[in-house]
């Protein structure tokens, strides 16, 4: 028996941001959502248009203050071809919460807070 990953959810509070943040910041675009019909939840799935694994955005309408993510210890991965470019980038946009020089990898902040880690092919 083989299982694969098929998608991660998080949770996020503004949806809008969030989406407007995965596109410029990693590249991931909308491959489909799903509406509640009482408008409670919309789910959002992102792609990066080669991997069959997606990120599963949550937004629910009931949830008026910001998620609490724990201690930061779970976090997603994103391997770049040009980790040079991605870093600079990420600069830019202010979202590099910490650096691991000597791993050669650094973290950024969605705008939720969650942690994502950007690390070069190797």
Request: with cysteine; aromatic share 14%; hydrophobic share 40%.
């Amino acid at each position: 028996m083989k299982f694969t990953i098929d998608h991660f959810n998080i949770n996020v509070l503004d949806l809008g941001k969030s989406l407007a943040f995965y596109k410029q910041a990693l590249g991931l675009k909308e491959e489909r959502r799903k509406t509640a019909e009482d408008g409670s939840y919309i789910i959002v799935f992102l792609s990066d248009g080669t991997a069959a694994s997606k990120l599963e955005l949550t937004w629910l309408k009931s949830q008026e203050i910001p998620y609490n993510l724990g201690d930061e210890e779970f976090h997603i991965a994103f391997k770049t071809q040009d980790f040079d470019a991605a870093y600079a980038l990420h600069k830019q946009m202010e979202c590099i919460c910490y650096e691991n020089k000597k791993m050669g990898i650094y973290f950024i902040n969605d705008p939720d807070g969650y942690w994502l880690e950007v690390v070069p092919v190797r």
